[in-house]
């Protein structure tokens, strides 16, 4: 009830207990009734009174009546607060670093660090099989993804086939060119690299029948081993002295700006003039592996001896 209805209420009881104290003293002073009146005073003084004192103790005292009921309660209530406060600067104090971290990590679109490629794509398989448009995948030969034995590639392999068929799925590849820059630095032999891009190339056109303007090579030295979906990347970068898949990766999420900043400065090197599509046909790129090699061969030999 609201307060306007309240003291309507209590006027009508007030008003009546005084039609009732009027009729009683007509009747006795002017039709000199003997019993009526007294009821009638009685039943007035019992209804009017009431209701004026009411009405009275809301209009100037229920107010303050409230403030000191609640005053005790609002003071506890406080120092509860306060109380809770200090608790939890005592239990965050020591964490007060990782926390600072963890919003880091959310603002960065940071979703889980891996301590291998291998977990990683375990962990970055339900983005693969939920995307509905478009997967890039960049990587140096792509041997580990087509070819490793272990459950995480295998189920990986077996997910991004079905996709091929769905939804456009685009690979770069380094260039063969390139790729024995790396050779000597990962302990491998030149042409090996090379060797395992043409094998791939193989197994991409011929087995999983991926369209020819879905593969490109770069004709840059690899950085970053990467999955690209519309709302989640893998990152592997590719350190100096060991290869990229037994190194620790990431996934980060979209929204946030290593999202951002891969997609612009990363993935968008598919776009790129030193991305040329790759041939169906193997069959001339591994004539030219010798050639590749011992041009690359040489470029070091000049670099070490101070490009003379």
């Known amino acids: 009830m609201g307060r306007g209805s309240q003291k309507l ?12 104290l009027c009729m009683g003293a007509y009747a006795r002073f002017v039709e000199k009734v003997s019993w009526l009146p007294e009821m009638t005073i009685a039943a007035g003084v019992a209804i009017a009174a009431p209701g004026l004192l009411s009405f009275l103790y ?3 005292l229920l107010d303050e009546v409230k403030l000191e009921l609640q005053q005790p309660a609002q003071q506890f209530k406080d120092e509860a607060i306060r109380i809770v406060s200090s608790a939890m600067d005592e239990v965050t104090a020591p964490y007060r670093t990782e926390i600072a971290l963890l919003e880091a990590s959310k603002q960065a679109g940071l979703v889980g660090v891996y301590i291998s ?4 794509i375990k962990a970055f398989i339900p983005c693969i099989e939920n995307e ?14 087509l070819t490793e034995c272990e459950q995480e590639y ?6 991004l086939k079905r996709k091929v068929k769905k939804i456009k799925i685009r690979f770069l590849l380094t260039h063969p060119l390139i790729a024995d820059l790396r050779a000597k630095q990962e302990n491998r032999g030149m042409q090996d690299i090379g060797t395992e891009i043409a094998a791939s190339l193989d197994l991409l056109f011929n087995v999983w029948e991926v369209p020819k303007d879905a593969v490109k090579l770069y004709l840059g030295t690899p950085t970053c081993f990467g999955i690209k979906a519309s709302n989640a990347m893998l990152l592997n970068t590719y350190p100096y002295m ?3 898949f037994a190194s620790p990766c990431i996934i980060v999420k979209k929204p946030g700006y290593f999202y951002e900043h891969f997609q612009s400065s990363h993935f968008n090197a598919w776009s790129s003039s030193i991305a040329v599509l790759a041939p169906v046909s193997t ?13 690359a061969q040489l470029f070091m030999q000049q670099a070490e001896n101070g490009g003379k």
Do not use: C, D, M, Q
């Open 154 to 159: 295998e189920y990986a392999r077996e997910v």
């Open 117 to 120: 490629r291998a977990e990683a």
């Open 58 to 60: 809301r209009k100037y």
């Open 132 to 145: 509905e448009h478009e997967i890039t995948i960049i990587a140096s030969s792509l041997k580990g993804l």
């Open 9 to 20: 209420a209590y006027l009508l009881i007030i008003a009546l207990g005084f039609v009732l």
């Open 283 to 295: 069959e001339a790129l591994r004539k030219n592996l010798e050639p590749f090699s011992k041009s």
């Open 242 to 244: 060991k290869e990229a």
